[in-house]
């Protein structure tokens, strides 16, 4: 089997696995909207501190809900020794990755679009004629984010320390896409061009590609048993 | 392999001594900051070091990626060892010698944040290797986490660079420090050199001696 053809059985299997269950989507609805109100909490009821807030916490509650999101996609491998068998898959395991990846994208990039539309509900933020220029931003920050996420998921799920190690792992590493995504966030909730900033595109991209090429060929070496 | 440790060690105390009582003796203290510059002597050289550690970690843990031999990976888990302690050094002496010269013992610097981002990544890297049991399985996780981290502090260091930096220029860049300043620090970076290369020649062999033991206890 090439490794694209099994990107895509993997993705199948992952996207029917989420229909069915609707597992993912409903915490991920409950959970971005506590998350929410727990911000609105945090930073109390100035108009003016909420926007100023605004990018960062949004990054932040990707990330965290991320997290969740990344853990999940090794995690449903884990019953019935599945993970066993798709060890076992033929051809490329870097065809795994990148389906996991693109999974985990996907899921992401859903989770982002309600807690966009959360924080324009509960934080008065207008985010209808700022989505168009957010989406960039949100395409290439979660890439970044879900490449190792992916990586680290898949070396955590058999830890019995894994609810720990994973964001001990993988927040330190997230440092490059916090900086760059909140600041662009920031031009893009201001209404400005992010071509204002552009090496924080260029960071972005840069991150994106170079863990994308480690992920896929460090990623056999995390299957081997 | 022994005596060659053992002729390090000697030498890197040698040179420490020497390098201490150029830096804290005889060069000049610093026109503007005093003797309270002279943590540099401790501060630049640690850093460094540091980052030669990280870096024998990366080519270590490719090559153990790539060959599968222990050798490798002891190396690479001893350099990680003796990169964070160099790494944590740097961090307190800088705070140290924060607290006089900008008034506060942390800052959110480019520098400073980089640092601590580079200290949190190999802290986590060692906690990963010691839970889990298989050391084979921990050497491969690890290596990917040796190998993404390193990487992962060029961007660090380029994003943190973007915000405004509070930092003196970086020691080592011409016309920044006076020449009088500048033998001293050479001495003690080759004396921390040596120091790094005998605790890592230490370091593996103690590697080595708990996987003997580990085999024969279990039959092996």
Known sequence: MSFLALTGQILRKDL????????????????????VFLFRFAIGSSEAQVREAAPGLLWLAFILTGLWGMARTFQIERENDCLEFLRLAPGDL?????????????????????????????????MLPVIGPLVPVLLLGTVGFVAIGTLFAAITANLKAREVLLPLLLFPLMVPILLAAGRLTDLGLAGDSLWAEPHWLRLLVGFDVVFLVLGYLTFPFVMED | MDRLAGILGVGAGVLLAIGLWMGLVQAPPDAVQGDVQRIMYIHVPSILTAYLAFTVVLVASIAYLLRGTRGWDRLAHASAEVGVVFTAITLATGSIWGKPTWGVWWTWDARLTGTAVLFLIYVGYLMLRSVVDDRDRAGRYAAVVGILGFFDIIFTH???KWFRTLHQPSSLERGAIDPALYLPLMVNLGAFITLYVYFLLRRVRLGALEEAVEAEVLGG
């Open chain 2, 158 to 160: 380029m994003a943190v």
């Open chain 1, 94 to 126: 870097g065809g795994l990755y990148l389906g996991k990846v693109v999974v985990g994208c996907c899921l992401m990039w859903a989770a982002e679009l309600v807690i966009l539309a959360m924080f324009g509900l509960f934080f008065h933020l207008d």
């Open chain 1, 16 to 35: 029917r696995i989420e229909m069915r269950s609707r597992e993912g989507v409903n915490t991920l609805l409950f959970f971005s909207t506590l998350l």
